[in-house]
């Protein structure tokens, strides 16, 4: 038995020593740097608990610009800030919603983005609900009765409990009877809605006109107590958004005739014009500095809460990265490029000005690299139309560590992007541009865009695994001896419609936004 275990013991080890051999010494180091010295926890920290959330024009999106050239600077690789346009300047201040009458009782919402403020006493004023009126007519005659109310102008939700708990718990009957009704609810409230003869985009203005004194909101996000959080459409007056648990209970005092009254307190600042930017760094190529490896994510958020996964996670994945990078690969062939775009929420505006600003990088990209769709390990790379994708994004995955890359599904060709993230402003450019694209871990509904996107809903052992990931495929990139190629496939006809999809058109950014 004995020398038995011996021999097998002798064959690990001959084994071990072959494998060791063929392994990459920087990719090893990579990997060893991501897992014993990660700073993933720290700059999650430094950004999300300390700078907060980064919607652009605020303060705190130029602190975070700030924070990361800083970052950047400490760790030897060149960075900057690169303005590409201007933006309203805004800054949340403290804010309150409380029910004073019939008894009180501080509510759970917040200001939506950009809404006028109040002054430090705030407003109160009576709460009342949308009628439902047969046309235009009958909502116009109505209109003069919003003068000094709090106009409620979302539908109450038929239950709080996201479908998935209605399907744990619930009876057959009464699933489907509680869909069935909610279908005919929301049927009703469209029908109503396209009566008063304003939809969601111009009804806060027809009753901010008419003198309401704010609009009270809640966008549900189907998740136990999670909103969506995005910007007010009013100029004068304050508009809120509630949870759905207490937009509901006040609903129903509208409608049982309490009379309930809110008291809103929303200090937030104006700050005229200001600069909006993205943060580039680079470390610089040595045999080929004019040829370019992206990393890409977008740096601001929406504000509801702090940006984790929306793009927190893509952010610290890209920063890490680098860091990663110039440590243990510091005289890369390629040019290795960050970019954390700026005023991606409201249409990939710092990554299209990038595109259109520098047509000398774009014409030169290896590949890019961007990840923005939360906290999840990455589990597909698609080939977004480009006909070689296969060829060099096969071979560079190659050389991943098995455990991170038997997740993730490739589809090659694919087909080009045309939204949704910064690569898209790449690829419509025909820069060979990918998308790192995540494992949900329930983004939708519980953390895009919603004020519950927060540190604490980080994967961080996912994070870590797509920092390496990230690492080793601009280390390849930047190494292959051969330049990629952007040759685009032909694209399929769309089966929907039969129509001959085109490639993706370049748009140009918003440089000046949030003004009249
Ligand atoms: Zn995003």
Do not use: C
Request: charged share 25%; hydrophobic share 35%; glycine share 8%.
């Amino acid at each position: 038995m004995k020398i038995f275990f011996k021999s097998i013991l002798v064959i690990l080890l001959v084994n071990f020593s072959l494998a060791a051999q063929d392994k990459d010494p920087i990719i090893e180091r990579i990997i060893t740097e991501a897992n014993e010295n990660s700073q993933l926890e720290r700059l999650g920290h430094e950004l999300l608990d300390v700078i907060g959330p980064r919607l652009v024009g605020t303060p705190e999106m130029k602190q975070a610009h700030e924070w990361a050239v800083a970052k950047y600077t400490k760790w030897g690789i060149a960075a900057k800030n690169e303005k590409y346009g201007e933006w309203r300047g805004w800054q949340r201040g403290i804010s309150h919603i409380d029910m004073v009458y019939p008894r009180k009782r501080t509510l759970s919402g917040m200001q939506l983005a950009w809404s006028p403020g109040t002054s430090k006493k705030g407003i109160t004023a009576e709460l009342i609900v949308l009628p439902t009126v047969k046309d235009s007519l009958e909502f116009a005659k109505w209109l003069p009765s919003v003068k000094g109310k709090l106009v409620m102008t979302s539908m109450q939700q038929a239950t709080g409990r996201p479908d998935y708990n209605w399907e744990e718990f619930a009876t057959e009957e009464s699933m489907k009877k509680m869909k069935e009704n909610r279908e005919a609810q929301t049927a009703a409230w469209r029908e109503n809605m396209r009566n008063t003869g304003y939809n969601r985009r111009t009804l806060s203005a027809a009753l901010e006109n008419a003198g309401a004194a704010g609009i009270v909101s809640s966008n549900w996000s189907k998740g136990f107590g999670v909103n969506k959080i995005f910007s007010a459409r009013t100029k004068k007056i304050p508009a809120v958004d509630l949870e759905l648990e207490d937009y509901g209970m006040l609903y129903r005092m509208v409608e049982y005739g309490d009379k309930p009254q809110l008291k809103i307190v929303a200090e937030s600042a104006e700050l005229g014009v200001v600069p909006t930017f993205n943060t580039i760094a680079e470390i610089k190529g040595t045999e080929k500095p004019e040829e370019y490896v992206i990393l890409s994510a977008h740096f601001d958020s929406w504000d509801g809460a702090t940006g984790a996964t929306d793009n927190g996670t893509g952010t610290i994945v890209m920063m890490e990265a680098m860091r990663i990078l110039k440590k243990m690969y510091p005289n890369p062939k390629r040019t290795i490029l960050v970019g954390h775009w700026g005023s991606e929420e409201q249409g990939l505006n710092g990554s299209r000005a990038f595109v259109e600003d520098h047509p000398e990088i774009v014409k030169n990209v290896q590949a890019l690299f961007n990840q923005d769709n939360g906290t999840g390990r990455v589990v597909n790379l698609s080939g977004q139309g480009f006909l070689h994708a296969y060829d060099y994004l096969g071979r560079w995955l190659e050389a991943v560590p098995k455990d991170i890359s038997k997740h993730i599904k490739t589809n090659f060709p694919g087909t080009p992007g045309g939204g949704g993230s910064d690569y898209a402003s790449f690829v419509a450019a025909g820069a060979p541009a990918f998308s790192l694209s995540s494992l949900s871990w329930s983004y939708w509904n519980y953390t895009w865009h919603t004020n519950r996107d927060t540190y604490d809903k980080i994967v961080f052992d996912d994070v870590r695994s797509n920092a390496i990931l990230t690492a080793i495929l601009a280390y390849k990139a930047s190494e292959d001896p051969e330049r990629t190629s952007s040759e685009k496939s032909i694209l399929h006809t769309n089966p929907r419609n039969g129509e001959q999809r085109t490639w993706p058109k370049p748009r140009s950014p918003q440089r000046k936004g949030g003004l009249d």
